[in-house]
């Protein structure tokens, strides 16, 4: 099998292979199904696209997503992998010469949208060619209870039973639950299939949580503290977007936006502009992203809080798909969960549902909100928070590469404030919510605490001296380390768990770290760059690229992705054998670009001589 190695040496220029690739790549080679788990970002396209280069024949990938198929393709073409796309975009003139080519055998790998299927021009050339194996991404697709559910996934074993003889099916998803993988085994018909979950982790992902007084100055110092790279704001509302875009475009950044309102020419000249590096920073709402396959995205800002955390995991893994760093920040604030809860119930009336089945969707949403809410609500380390959220243990101490484990070690002792807290919330009958127990410590005298008698309580003004944000945090680390529980979820209540009340019996301190909301936020590490890389060459190299990009009309992490630039800065090549020890530079790569990029590495070594 040293070929496999060969092929992803002079194809994708890499020299190994990433978690659970090869056993799928080597299965899918062996004529065996497969079935991979594997989130966005982790290299899911390399594991049918090397046996497809591999194999004899050409392989049928079907993919949902219209604009992903033109960008894989074009990623493909740059490789020197002969491909091409048969979707609904092209014209009947178009479709017959992509067809007469892939008769001819002209292509490895064809990208067909699972409508055109069954249709009798496609199925005729599927029944004559021979297939080296039928890929199906997003396989998630399939099933009623995935996200996305689409019908004509359903046509794919039809179209399969029509065939000579039946390629080996290769299916991809990037997030599934059990019930949804045991769809997909059986609707598709996956026969005894080799499977692979890999990881949910992306540890070049920094991911932080920030509760700022205004969102708009956090915003802008965030963005403007990653100058000139590439960035996606996601807002909750297409007011919002519009909001923050101008505010973006007001302080002199590139920004663009992205919602639902705009027509079909407005979204895709956007879209054009950030893949292009036009435009610097995306805003926009959540149908943005799906098929957008740009590598180099360096931050993703979520000005409102999502939905759930697979939204949040969803967009939040837009950013970083090269590899390299991207800081994830979630600007929080308490409106987000009203406005979450508005949204659930708007979106619950305008479906034609009938009432039972309201009642229950309405019921998962908001404990699907609840749970984000406890995410941007965390003291612990919140890359352990989203592992666990999918069924994975996570770092048994901190990821070291999060807001909550970069804050500054000094710990504070909260005991005596939490027993405060605690004590109130016993005595008082473990009915109440969060907002009223609140303005009872902080002595606010609100008519409600008035009438219900809890301003006589001992507790009562205690916590005067913190202020709302300074109380929350204190919650937060109670209800983080178990102390006590959210109860209900139209109008929660906070009750004591077990681990609260032996705590409320015992002396003692509580150590915790604090964030302190005033102080500037952490700054992300810098994690797993390819190489330290040097940033005055890196910066040439980034120049050059953009030109060659430009003159091509492709977008510039096409030609090498940014981690590839780092490698190639920090490793300097001063020959084409050099050249092809950088990461990412296969032998097509080289043959098209390698003379530019030594030339310029040579001048830049030249004037350092001088
Ligand atoms: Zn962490």
């Not at 406890?374 to 890359?383: D, I, P, Q």
Request: neutral net charge; glycine residues 8%; charged residues 30%.
């Amino acid at each position: 099998m040293d070929e496999m190695y060969k092929a992803l040496r002079e194809y994708f220029g890499f020299n190994s292979f990433r978690p659970g690739q090869e056993e799928l790549i080597r299965a899918a080679l062996n004529g065996r199904d497969v079935l991979g788990v594997m989130p966005t970002g982790s290299g899911k396209s390399v594991c049918y696209q090397l046996p497809a280069l591999l194999k004899e024949g050409v392989a049928l990938v079907v993919s949902p997503l219209i604009s992903l198929m033109a960008d894989q393709v074009r990623a493909l073409l740059q490789m020197g992998v002969p491909a091409a796309y048969l979707n609904s975009s092209l014209t009947e003139g178009q479709m017959k010469k992509a067809l007469g080519y892939a008769r001819e055998g002209k292509y490895k790998i064809i990208y067909v949208a699972p409508e055109r299927l069954l249709v009798p021009g496609f199925l005729s050339f599927a029944k004559a060619c021979p297939l080296s194996l039928v890929a199906v991404d997003e396989a998630h697709c399939v099933s009623q209870w995935g996200q996305d559910f689409r019908p004509s996934y359903l046509d794919i074993p039809a179209f399969l039973h029509e065939l000579p003889t039946r390629p080996p099916l290769c299916a991809f998803t990037a997030t599934a639950t059990e019930r949804v993988r045991g769809d997909i085994r059986r609707l598709l018909g996956l026969s005894d299939p080799v499977e692979r979950v890999t990881g949910f982790d992306r540890p070049n992902l920094f991911y932080e949580v920030l509760t700022p007084k205004v969102k708009e100055v956090e915003l802008l110092s965030l963005v403007q503290a990653q100058k000139g790279e590439s960035g996606i704001v996601y807002c909750a509302t297409r007011r919002s977007v519009e909001e923050v875009c101008d505010l973006l475009c007001a302080n002199g950044i590139a920004a663009s936006r992205y919602h639902a309102g705009l027509d079909a020419k407005e979204r895709a000249s956007a879209q054009e502009d950030f893949l292009f590096d036009r435009c610097q920073v995306m805003v926009a709402t959540n149908a943005f992203g799906m098929g957008i396959d740009k590598s180099n995205v360096r931050f993703v800002i979520h000005f409102n809080m999502p939905k759930d955390m697979e939204s949040y995991y969803q967009e939040a893994g837009r950013g970083g798909r090269d590899g390299e760093p991207c800081r994830c920040t979630l600007l929080y604030s308490p409106k987000d969960v009203q406005l979450g809860r508005f949204l659930i119930d708007k979106s619950a009336s305008a479906e034609g549902l009938d009432e039972e089945a309201r009642r229950l969707k309405r019921r998962g949403d908001l404990e699907r909100l609840a749970r984000m809410e406890a995410y941007c609500r965390e003291t612990g380390c919140l890359r352990r928070f989203i592992l666990r959220y999918f069924g994975e243990e996570g770092p048994k101490g901190g990821c070291d590469n999060c807001g909550n484990c970069v804050l500054p070690e000094t710990r504070s002792d909260i005991g005596p404030d939490a027993r405060q807290i605690l004590s109130l919330i016993e005595d008082s009958g473990e009915r109440y919510g969060e907002a009223l127990l609140s303005s009872v410590l902080r002595a606010e005298h609100s008519r409600r605490a008035r009438d219900l008698g809890l301003m006589e309580h001992p507790s009562a003004g205690t916590l005067a001296r913190l202020s709302p944000l300074e109380l929350r945090e204190r919650f937060d680390h109670l209800l983080s380390l178990g102390y006590i529980a959210r109860i209900g979820e139209e109008y929660p209540i906070l009750a004591l768990t077990d681990k609260g009340r032996e705590f409320l019996r015992r002396e003692g301190p509580l150590y915790v770290r604090l964030r302190r909301a005033e102080e500037a936020p952490p700054t992300p590490k810098k994690t797993r760059p390819a190489g330290p890389g040097d940033p005055e060459l890196y910066e040439i190299l980034r120049e050059l690229r953009a030109q060659i990009a430009r003159i091509q009309g492709v977008p510039a992490f096409v030609v090498f992705s940014d981690a590839t630039l780092r490698d190639m800065s920090a490793r300097k090549p001063r020959s084409e054998e050099e050249m092809l020890q950088v990461s990412g530079v296969g032998l097509k790569k080289q043959a098209r670009y390698g003379k530019r990029f030594l030339q310029a590495i040579e001048e830049y070594l030249d004037n350092q001589d001088r």
